[in-house]
């Protein structure tokens, strides 16, 4: 099975092109089997935020350290894709419910160093 991870990303990846091409826009990318922002970096998931609820629990000091993805105004979701407001009335892309969210100690596009951390905190997979 380990074999075929590989092109299930790369599925996956055209796939997330393939809607940005019509007309949505992908928030995301997918790298290594992880989900990635535009930028290249890693996104987490939360272990407190309660899938579907439509909110972040992550806000004040915890977003400081653990900056959403941000929905630009007038963004829409779709398929597994929505949108949470947050406390601070701002948007945050969430996957299959959950928001997602960098870590502020990953450096550059690959660095992994916010999984598992505090044991509540995971890499953001499709």
Request: glycine residues 12%; contains cysteine; charged residues 20%.
């Amino acid at each position: 099975m380990k074999a075929f991870a590989p092109l299930a990303s790369l599925t996956l990846a055209a796939l997330l092109s393939a809607c940005a091409s019509m007309g949505g826009s992908a928030p995301a990318g997918v790298t290594d089997g992880v989900l990635t922002g535009k930028n290249g970096m890693t996104l987490y998931t939360f272990d407190r935020d309660t899938a579907g609820s439509g909110k972040s629990v992550c806000n004040g000091p915890c977003a400081t350290n653990w900056p959403p993805l941000f929905a630009d105004d007038g963004a829409s979701a779709s398929g597994d894709w929505s949108i949470v407001t947050r406390d601070d009335g701002k948007k945050q892309y969430a996957y299959k419910g959950k928001p997602l969210y960098y870590w502020v100690k990953d450096a550059k596009p690959g660095d992994r160093t916010g999984d598992g951390f505090n044991n509540v905190w995971r890499l953001a997979k499709p």
